[in-house]
């Protein structure tokens, strides 16, 4: 079974590094580190210490230096996971640099309850959906292009960045009452929710707001006041959203054609999609594929 060492990560003596995987399945394995785990895609099973825990798309939680742990998807489903990787130094800067009481909630998620709570390892998982996880998967992202990018004072930067994540994510626990388990979730927010599920199900297709509302069982002008209170954002600026995310996703990861990607993301009109990525990123797809992939991350095993 891989044990998985720091130099392997924080070669440099930067202790934080992020790394995306989308496989079937991920070999046991443990490391020196901790490892912050975010499920972007997928469903399955993560096995912790020989026991199993039921994951979707939306948690995040924590796993501790030495703890061996994979993971399984369900059958036809590749799980995406975004982990972030860090040593305990990091943590502590970033404690003594900021209000204690703004961090409060993520110190005591990805820092103590792992270490303190080892006979139940999900006690201290945070389910996000909606804005809170859109917010989140894209400070993920910006903190990988930072880190595929090398430029000059990336390492100030995915400071920062780790910090707006500490943040949001004690925002979220505050949001759940102080609760780190998966709360029940209120009629209204199973409502976008199921709004949510079925946009990201769906985006690769032609979306109107009355298949949404039908799915949701509900009115289209109901589910958009709901949707725009619960999710910050309208539906179809959600939708836009997720597609040009997963078409950067898409960008990085191999040379399809932009044409080929923008068909696959629910664009039949290349200059629209076009339109739209340079409206979320500030630049066109070729530009962003050339910028970003100028190195690759360590492959994760």
């Not at 949001?175 to 199921?194: C, D, F, L, N, T």
Request: one cysteine or more; glycine letters at 6%; a negative charge.
């Amino acid at each position: 079974m891989p044990h998985l060492l720091s130099q392997q990560y924080f070669s440099s003596g930067f202790p934080l590094h992020l790394v995306e995987v989308s496989q079937s399945a991920i070999e046991a394995h443990s490391h020196e580190f901790f490892e912050m785990v975010y499920v972007r895609r997928g469903h399955g099973a993560h096995f912790i210490e020989g026991v199993a825990y039921p994951i979707r798309a939306g948690d995040l939680y924590v796993i501790s230096p030495g703890e061996t742990h994979f993971y399984a998807p369900v059958e036809n489903s590749t799980l995406r996971i975004v982990n972030v990787l860090w040593m305990p130094p990091l943590v502590e800067e970033l404690l003594r640099a900021s209000s204690l009481d703004s961090l409060r909630g993520a110190w005591k998620l990805l820092y103590v309850e792992p270490l303190l709570e080892r006979e139940t390892p999900f006690a201290h998982r945070l389910h996000l959906s909606g804005r809170a996880a859109f917010r989140v998967e894209s400070l993920l992202d910006e903190m990988r292009r930072e880190q595929i990018a090398a430029a000059q004072g990336c390492e100030v930067l995915l400071r920062h960045l780790f910090c707006a994540l500490l943040v949001l994510l004690s925002r979220a626990i505050d949001a759940q009452g102080g609760e780190h388990r998966v709360p029940a979730i209120a009629p209204q927010q199973a409502v976008v929710s199921r709004a949510i599920e079925y946009i990201e199900d769906h985006y690769a297709q032609s979306v109107r707001v009355e298949n949404i509302a039908a799915h949701a069982n509900i009115s289209a002008g109901r589910l958009a006041h709901l949707f725009k209170e619960h999710a910050g954002c309208g539906l179809i600026e959600y939708l836009h959203e997720f597609r040009v995310a997963r078409a950067c996703a898409a960008l990085l990861a191999g040379d399809t054609p932009i044409g080929e990607i923008a068909a696959d993301v629910g664009y039949n009109d290349l200059r629209f999609f076009n339109r739209a990525f340079r409206r979320r990123t500030g630049c066109n797809p070729t530009e962003y594929r050339e910028f970003f992939r100028a190195s690759e991350p360590k492959k994760y095993a």
